[in-house]
């Protein structure tokens, strides 16, 4: 569990960290059943989300849906990061892998907000 800056880091950090009201909260979790690896994370704010937190989060939610409406059989791995990535760009975060540290799979919501 991650609070604050240090959601900026997809896997967390080791530092000690004290939970503050409007800090944002990563949680990432997962189990091994059967042979099968699951992976979630989870990310809310602590408190009432500032109207930063929000534009960010309404932003990753617009390029969530662009990489999903991209994710069709025989599409790249690459055009699917880039049709969200774009979008993520376009608003100011970026180019390429500045703010958003990752593929599109983990830590671009959370760079965008701790650049």
């Not at 997809?10 to 960290?17: K, L």
């Not at 939970?19 to 979790?29: A, H, K, R, T």
């Not at 376009?90 to 907000?113: C, E, N």
Request: glycine share 10%; proline share 5%; net charge neutral.
């Amino acid at each position: 569990m991650s609070f604050g800056k240090y959601t900026a880091y997809p896997h967390g950090s080791i530092q000690p960290q004290k939970l503050q009201v409007g800090d944002v909260v990563q949680i990432d979790d997962g189990c091994s059943v059967d042979g099968y690896q699951s992976d979630v994370t989870r990310t809310v704010v602590f408190g009432k989300p500032t109207a930063r937190q929000i534009q960010v989060w309404n932003l990753e939610h617009k390029a969530q849906a662009a990489a999903f409406a991209a994710a069709r059989p025989g599409a790249t791995c690459e055009s699917v990061d880039a049709a969200a990535r774009d979008l993520i760009t376009d608003a100011g975060f970026g180019p390429g892998y500045k703010v958003a540290g990752t593929s599109s799979s983990h830590g671009s919501w959370h760079r965008a907000r701790y650049p």
